[in-house]
């Protein structure tokens, strides 16, 4: 079973950066398909991203993000990141990480498959 951490959200102003990162223990995190979602006071949860485990490696972005999000993987320190550029004010939410172990044919986009979640990391863009 595995538990997932979020942590590196703040305040930041719109157009700044941050780093997002996803920690698990109590399981070993390489074989995961790992995701991050977003979910805001009064709407759905939204998916933002994921990545699948290796040897493909292959990620994957909401429209309203690409170009701007990326995610990436160390599997030696059982972390998966998010890396947030150019943040806008739409933006702002709690973004959630969680974790699932299933095949290339399921899809990643919905929060459905996955079995681990982590309890979340606030970002704030002011204007």
């Known amino acids: 079973q595995a538990q997932l951490v979020e942590s590196g959200g703040g305040l930041v102003q719109a157009g700044g950066s941050l780093r997002l990162s996803c920690e698990a223990s109590?399981?070993?995190?390489?074989?995961?398909?790992v995701g991050w979602f977003r979910q805001d006071a009064g709407k759905e949860r939204e998916f933002v991203g994921a990545?699948?485990?290796?040897?493909?490696?292959?990620?994957y972005y909401a429209d309203s993000v690409k170009g701007r999000f990326t995610i990436s993987r160390d599997n030696a320190k059982n972390t998966v990141y998010l890396q947030m550029n150019s943040l806008k004010p739409d933006d702002t939410a709690v973004y959630l990480c969680?974790?699932?172990?299933?095949?290339?044919?399921?899809?990643?986009?919905?929060?459905?498959?996955?079995?681990?979640w982590g309890q979340g990391t606030q970002v704030t863009v002011s204007s």
């Open positions: 969680a974790a699932g172990s299933f095949s290339l044919l399921t899809t990643v986009t919905t929060p459905t498959p996955y079995d681990y």
């Open positions: 990545i699948r485990p290796s040897p493909y490696s292959r990620s």
């Open positions: 109590g399981s070993t995190f390489s074989g995961y398909v």
